[in-house]
Nanobody
Framework: QVQLVESGGGLVQPGGSLRLSCAAS????????MGWYRQAPGKQRELAAT???????TTADSVKGRFILSRDNAKNTVYLEMNSLRPEDTAVYFC??????????????WGQGTLVTVSS
């Protein structure tokens, strides 16, 4: 019932910037948290950054100071501003949302993923 639409992935040079966006739509009563996970080739999926409904953010140590996560609650959309990108940031980035619907039920939704490639 819930769809997460991601955009913004692509090829960027080391040191460059990229902005990802994710918009949630469907049978959503309330979103409790939204964020981005990433999965590099041969590695497990890991949390990059997430933000709660109240604005509390959690950011992985590897991206602190470089990635900025923001949220537009009215639009059910999150944005990930990625700066000073490094080759090790290359991964498929997946949007995630934890939400509730009517009748009250907590669920998780995942986007299809968008590829970010950092290479010169």
């Amino acid at each position: 019932q819930v769809q997460l639409v991601e955009s913004g992935g692509g090829l960027v040079q080391p040191g460059g910037s990229l902005r990802l966006s994710c918009a949630a739509s469907g049978s959503i009563f309330r979103i409790y948290a939204m964020g981005w996970y990433r999965q590099a080739p041969g590695k497990q999926r890991e949390l990059a950054a997430t933000i709660t409904r109240l604005g509390n953010t959690t950011t992985a140590d590897s991206v602190k100071g470089r990635f900025i996560l923001s949220r537009d609650n009215a639009k059910n959309t999150v944005y990930l501003e990625m700066n000073s990108l490094r080759p090790e940031d290359t991964a498929v980035y997946f949007c995630h949302a934890r939400y509730s619907r009517i009748p009250p039920e907590v669920l998780d939704a995942w986007g299809q993923g968008t590829l970010v490639t950092v290479s010169s």
